[in-house]
């Protein structure tokens, strides 16, 4: 079969799969309710609690005494959402550019974390334009230099925990050459194991790293809070679920979310997706645990009383 041929036959295929794809959801559901699904599962929001306002007041100290340190969390707990939250409150963006001053900088690690992910994270975030280019001396001058001239005070690096010994060693220059302190953000494993690993190379990073901070999970009180703000934010009034209203739920949601903000979002769509599909499915305990009883709870540190 000739190329041509052949991309046809793939295109007719693919035409004729979406179609068949597009059939079983109008037989599932009518376009309404299927556009309301779609909605609903691109829901995307966090909501600041008195969490986050509290890691701010520790972010600020660090930065007026000008101390390194760190942030752990277990995953899902938002704090990588608290953090760019935090950023904004001091730095403008205009388009992809930050604005100057740029007080605070916040930069994601993705995996793989050496050096030159590092400074291309770093550069990225302010929108450089030549963020991925050039030898690993080229990015870190340029990231040195694009930081001093930005005005920063304080440089969070989010996912720390996919950093190597290189990466940690590069930031712990950028502390004892510019005095700018770095906050490394990442879960529990990333102060209970990198951070306390024993081998001499690691000494440096655990001593340069002493001051910490727990993000905590929610509370009671704030499952209630996100609940009520989710349903206000993304289902119509007469569509709600009035989920905080019945107390054994409130404490399923919690209990199911590990106290998450991240898999209680996740909860609140399946839900609210349930409720479309099955109009007069009653909502409880009962009738939630044994249609979500599969899912697994995840595993969290509780260190907050309700």
Not at 53 to 77: I, M
Not at 91 to 115: F, M, S, W
Not at 133 to 159: C, E, H, P, Q
Not at 245 to 251: F, G, L, N, P, T
Request: aromatic share 10%.
């Amino acid at each position: 079969m000739s190329e041509i041929n052949l991309a046809n036959a793939n295109l007719e295929f693919q035409n004729s799969y979406d179609a068949s794809l597009q059939s079983a959801e109008e037989l599932r559901r009518s376009p309404e309710a299927q556009a309301e699904v779609e909605r609903i599962g691109k829901a995307n929001t966090y909501l600041p609690l008195d969490r986050d306002t509290e890691l701010f007041d520790w972010l600020d100290d660090q930065r007026d005494a000008k101390l390194c340190g760190y942030v752990t969390s277990a995953t899902g707990s938002g704090l990588l959402k608290a953090c760019q939250l935090y950023r904004t409150q001091y730095v403008k963006r205009r388009g992809t550019l930050l604005e100057i001053p740029a007080t605070v900088l916040y930069a994601e690690i993705e995996q793989h974390g050496g050096p030159t992910d590092l400074y291309c994270s770093i550069l990225e975030e302010i929108g450089h334009p030549l963020a991925h280019v050039g030898t690993l001396r080229d990015l870190r001058s340029r990231a040195w230099g694009t930081i001093k001239g930005y005005g920063v005070k304080i440089l969070i690096i989010g996912n720390a925990d996919y950093l190597t010994l290189e990466a940690f060693n590069e930031l712990i220059d950028v502390f004892t050459k510019m005095r700018i302190p770095v906050i490394l953000v990442g879960t529990y494993y990333l102060g209970d194991n990198i951070l306390e690993r024993k081998s001499l190379p690691y000494v440096r990073v655990h001593d340069s790293f002493l001051e910490s901070y727990e993000f905590p999970n929610l509370n009671e009180e704030e499952v209630i809070e996100v609940v009520n703000d989710w349903e206000e934010k993304f289902l119509p009034e007469k569509h709600r679920l009035n989920l905080t209203q019945m107390e054994s739920v409130v404490s399923y949601l919690r209990l199911k979310s590990g106290g998450l903000i991240e898999p209680l979002y996740d909860l609140l769509r399946k839900i609210a997706i349930l409720k479309i599909d099955e109009p007069h499915f009653e909502l409880n305990q009962y009738n939630l645990t044994k249609r979500f009883g599969r899912r697994k709870e995840p595993k969290v540190k509780f260190k907050r009383k309700s």
